[in-house]
């Protein structure tokens, strides 16, 4: 009876809000209005800190809002950062504040000041800075160039990407010119042949010629900004004007950490069936667990441990992290090793890195292959990504496995490479979703009893 007087109340409430919402929709239509909803953002001017960080592998760019008093950033690195103006918006979807570039993107000018204890130690000034990629733009490595030798790297660039384009002008109007010799060539074959002649034909047919290759490498424009490179431990920034006084809403906290552990080894796995949905693997102590017959592609990396907080308020200031854990963080892939396979306590394989390509296979089913990489079948592509293949069949026992690493031309497995894999069968699996909804039918029954009791 209980039950049935609340399901009562509940029902009375909700038509009384469903009426009163109809009521207040028709005079406004009476009345020539629509109901309107606003889902525009507030903006707000502010200012606030953008910058490129070091994260331990590349570098970052991020911002700071006003909402956070603290900056954090890796010790001993260089790491480029600016005040700027610009408009601050809170986004419900991310719970976070976004910042509106476009609209307002205004330097401060000034000096940035370093505080220690209360004291300024650096006054710095701003200096100009790029981010050189050596592997091209989408490269997982950046490297940090300030002052003289970031203006000369950006000229080497530029130098480099004028001579690619000079040479595919000269490209095309070398495609011009094969065209017409190729033209020329099938006039002259067909001459030849409708006049009787035959055999092989003394003629020489014209090279297709080869387009040239960009940079392998990008530089990003030079801009100004305050470069800080600093040892572990508690600072304070803020920015003194020209006219000597502090800007406001400049002062912000400055904590710099370094890592707890280096060169551990990690390893990004690539899951043959799912390889956008890259996973990792990098405490020692981790096992992988691996169902049926799967294909895995291994990337070793050197990688650095740090204070999960610290790290993750580097790479976003709005992120929520604790400070009693620690995470492992990719540094330097590893390479010229080789991925040994251990089952039952004999080499199974030895496994060297190769480059690989993902192609979409057409139709409605969007699936894909991976198949191994070379440039005699794929002249125009670049590689989607390069790996230890290692293939598991449903054949293997459930055992254990191991994989070591092992520098080419020696006979010693590198220290922390060593992993385990477990081979997971899927026979009578239906069981498990027996087990799983057990509870449930008890629940169930339970509820049903103590139901019926109250009636």
């Known amino acids: 009876m ?8 509940l029902t009375i409430f909700s038509l009384i809000l469903v009426s009163t919402t109809v009521v207040l929709a028709q005079e406004q239509e009476k009345k020539g209005k629509q109901p309107q909803v606003s889902t525009a953002p507030v903006l707000q001017e502010q200012l606030v800190y953008s910058w490129n960080v070091f994260d331990g592998k590349t570098y970052t760019a991020g911002f700071i809002p006003k909402s956070e008093d603290t900056i954090y950033l890796i010790a001993n690195k260089d790491n480029a950062i600016s005040a700027k103006k610009t408009l601050v918006y809170f986004w419900p979807i991310t719970g976070k504040y976004m910042a509106g ?8 000018d000034g000096t940035l000041e370093i505080l220690k204890d209360g004291k300024v130690i650096k006054r710095l000034k701003k200096e100009d800075n790029v981010l050189y990629y050596p592997e091209g733009y989408w490269g997982e490595k950046a490297l940090f160039y300030k002052d003289e030798e970031a203006r ?8 480099a990407l004028d001579d690619y384009y000079n040479a595919l002008k000269k490209y095309y109007e070398a495609r011009i010119e094969y065209r017409k010799k190729l033209d020329k060539f099938f006039k002259e074959v067909k001459k030849r ?27 990003t424009e030079p801009k100004k900004d305050y470069i800080i490179n600093l040892p572990p431990g508690k600072y304070r920034i803020r920015v003194r004007a020209r006219d000597k006084t502090i800007v406001e809403g400049s002062e912000k906290n400055l904590f710099v950490f370094t890592s707890r552990r280096t060169r551990g080894v990690g390893y990004e796995i690539i899951p ?47 992120n929520t992290g604790r400070v009693e854990n620690w995470k492992w963080v990719h540094t ?27 192609q ?13 990489y070379n440039k005699k079948d794929f002249p125009y592509k670049h590689p989607t990504f390069s790996g230890y293949q290692l293939v598991l069949t449903e054949k293997l026992p459930r055992e254990g496995y191991l994989i070591y690493l092992e520098k080419k031309g020696e006979s010693t497995t590198m220290p922390k490479s060593k992993r385990e894999i477990r081979i997971v069968k899927k026979e009578n699996a239906n069981f498990l979703y027996c087990l799983s909804i057990f509870p449930l039918v008890v629940g169930g029954i339970i509820f049903v009893t103590r139901w019926r009791r109250l009636r």
Request: glycine share 8%; charged share 30%.
């Open 332 to 358: 330097d892939p590893i390479k010229d090793v080789i991925l040994l396979f251990y089952g039952r306590g004999n080499l199974l394989s030895k496994i060297v890195e190769k480059p690989y390509i993902v």
């Open 272 to 318: 043959g069936n799912r390889w956008t949905k890259k996973e990792q693997c990098n405490d020692p102590a981790s096992i992988i667990y691996a169902a049926g017959k799967n294909v895995l592609y291994f990337r070793p990396y050197f990688q650095d441990e740090y204070n999960e907080l610290y790290h993750n308020k580097l790479m976003d200031p709005q």
């Open 101 to 108: 570039w476009k609209t307002l993107n205004e330097d401060v």
């Open 152 to 159: 000369k790297q950006y000229k080497k660039y530029k130098k």
């Open 360 to 372: 979409q296979i057409p139709g409605p089913e969007l699936g894909y292959n991976i198949l191994e």
């Open 193 to 219: 042949r409708e006049a009787g002649e035959k055999g092989p034909l003394n003629i020489e047919i014209p090279k297709e010629p080869q387009p040239p290759k960009g940079p392998n490498f990008y530089v």
């Open 2 to 9: 209980r039950l049935k007087g609340v399901f009562s109340i």
